[in-house]
């Protein structure tokens, strides 16, 4: 199965590779909070979800600057959250290479700075990459809580009520250069004082000690 030409940046035609690359793609969801073990049931959550392809897995996160937001990590093991299931979404046949130079162009489409818990979450970000790649939707229940929130935010948890609601550790700096390179997460007072000597660097802090992402860089369009 090619990939679903669409409407996006540079998106590869059906067949485009002559060679058998031929890969399964997953939605990988993720739990923020134990609460969830109750919800799931209901069909609400609040849940995390990156997209697995080619051994990688690609998602998205809140930051404070117009750069990529778009971060890459091994499958099912996102810092900060905890795995709770994968979806099959179908199968493409593109190289890697490709899915990586695609993904570079999508991050200019989705910047840390524009994050937003209701209209344009991690969640939106897999449903998004998921109709481009397999032309497949993304289960309702892993979003729900977000188009619930989007009719009456006084539904939502009050964890979920603040402004600056991030579902990826903190970004504390960035540089255009660096933004592709493997961080490994600090305590919040080492991420401050790294802050304070060098603020060209990102430094994030997650909840389950150290990991590393490698935010990707956004391509030439």
């Not at 990156?50 to 990688?56: A, D, F, S, T, Y």
């Not at 979450?121 to 309702?140: E, M, Q, V, W, Y």
């Not at 979920?160 to 997460?185: A, I, M, R, W």
Request: proline residues 5%.
């Amino acid at each position: 199965m090619g990939m679903t030409n669409t409407n996006g940046p540079n998106v590869p035609s059906p067949g485009s590779s002559d060679r058998n690359y031929e890969t399964q793609v997953y939605l990988n969801v993720y739990d923020l909070t134990p609460i969830n073990n109750y919800m799931y049931w209901f069909g609400l959550g609040i849940f995390h979800s990156g997209i697995e392809v080619h051994g990688k897995e690609y998602g998205f996160g809140a930051h404070d600057f117009s750069t990529s937001g778009v971060f890459e990590v091994e499958p099912r093991s996102c810092p900060g959250f905890v795995y709770r299931c994968s979806v099959l979404l179908g199968r493409i046949n593109l190289p890697p290479s490709e899915i990586r130079t695609y993904m570079e162009n999508v991050a200019s489409e989705y910047h840390g700075d524009t994050y937003h818990l209701i209209s344009k979450n991690c969640n939106h970000f897999t449903a998004d990459i998921s109709l481009r790649l397999a032309g497949k939707r993304i289960p309702g229940w892993v979003n729900r809580l977000a188009r619930v929130g989007a009719m009456c935010s006084c539904l939502l948890p009050e964890i979920l009520q603040e402004s600056n609601v991030k579902q990826f550790p903190e970004y504390h700096g960035c540089s255009e250069e660096d933004s592709s390179e493997s961080l490994s997460t600090t305590t919040q007072q080492e991420a401050a004082e790294s802050d304070d000597a060098d603020q060209d660097k990102h430094l994030l802090s997650a909840s389950n000690g150290i990991a590393e992402v490698s935010f990707v860089k956004e391509g030439q369009r």
